[in-house]
């Protein structure tokens, strides 16, 4: 068997992810339909790796098959390969994990979705939602989850006076702040940020990409960056891998992919940003 880099935080091997759409009166099978195929990366330690391509290549399939996140009342998904992460002292392969298993490791790997406010409970103060990881992934007692919490309000860029303050009373940016600092709340190794930037206006973005430039230095982290943009993935990314069509078509140094591109799809995505002709 081949060694595995200790360097690396997550491995994905071979990863394929099927939908199986549930039977109905019209079919007496369900329908299985194939989203990712033969996908493999890996992300080392304090690593952002970029995952770009179009809408409906597989991108955010790829997210949901690495943490099980998959809506079980629409459809079931076969997940096939190997999804191996670094806790410290071995690898596990959340594969093999039912979802049961899933949450003693989800305090070592987080997702930042695309629209924040959708993923904030609008009952909980920002104080409560950003407390709520530590209260199942901690033994803190109350005092050291507030200061902890604080902390990261003030990481985030997100006064802690605004501690009992609740979502519907900020910004879509600060609401996306709010949510990184939620993910940033337990003993974090690897984020996976699927489009976070998508749903916000280009002067926010740019605040969002430094925070998380920030974030990943002061806390260690390493990242998926998932997003259609592949001018917003070379900023933040050291490696890039371009999908299309549910596959990885070209993988390498951001300044390789973005600068001397091998793959047609891939000169394709680069000649479709605006004023990229100028900027040559």
């Known amino acids: ?14 990863l394929g ?16 339909f194939s989203a990712v ?5 890996s992300i080392s330690k304090g690593e952002t790796l970029g995952l770009v391509g179009e809408s409906g290549c597989g991108k955010s399939t790829i997210a949901k098959g690495i943490l099980k996140l998959f809506n079980k009342n629409l459809n079931e998904a076969e997940i096939l390969g190997e999804i191996l992460l670094n806790t410290g002292d071995k690898f596990v392969n959340l594969q093999k994990l039912k979802n049961s298993e899933m949450r003693k490791y989800r305090n070592l790997i987080q997702i930042i979705f695309q629209d924040p406010y959708s993923t904030l409970n609008p009952r909980f103060t920002i104080g ?44 879509g940016g600060q609401r996306q702040r709010i949510s990184i600092g939620r993910a940033l709340a337990t003993e974090l190794k690897i984020i996976i940020a699927d489009e976070p930037l998508s749903s916000l206006d280009v ?20 990242m998926l960056f998932i997003s259609h943009d592949l001018s917003v993935v070379k900023q933040i990314c050291n490696n890039i891998a371009v999908m299309y069509n549910g596959q990885i078509v070209e993988y390498g140094p951001s300044n390789e992919v973005y600068f001397h591109p091998k793959k047609e799809y891939t000169k394709l995505l680069i000649s479709s940003i605006p004023g990229i002709e100028e900027n040559k």
């Open 1 to 14: 068997m081949e060694p595995i880099n200790t360097n690396n935080i997550l491995i994905v091997k071979n």
């Open 17 to 32: 992810v099927s939908y199986i759409t549930r039977k109905n009166i019209f079919s007496l099978k369900g329908n299985k």
């Open 37 to 41: 195929q033969d996908v493999s990366f």
């Open 128 to 171: 409560k939602i950003i407390e709520e990881p530590l209260l199942y992934n901690t033994f803190y007692d109350k005092k050291k989850r507030i200061e902890k919490v604080k902390y990261i309000m003030d990481s985030i860029g997100i006064s802690p006076d605004k501690i009992n303050s609740y979502p519907y009373e900020f910004s």
């Open 203 to 222: 002067s926010i973005q740019a605040q969002i990409l430094n925070l998380l430039s920030d974030l990943q230095k002061e806390f260690n982290l390493s």
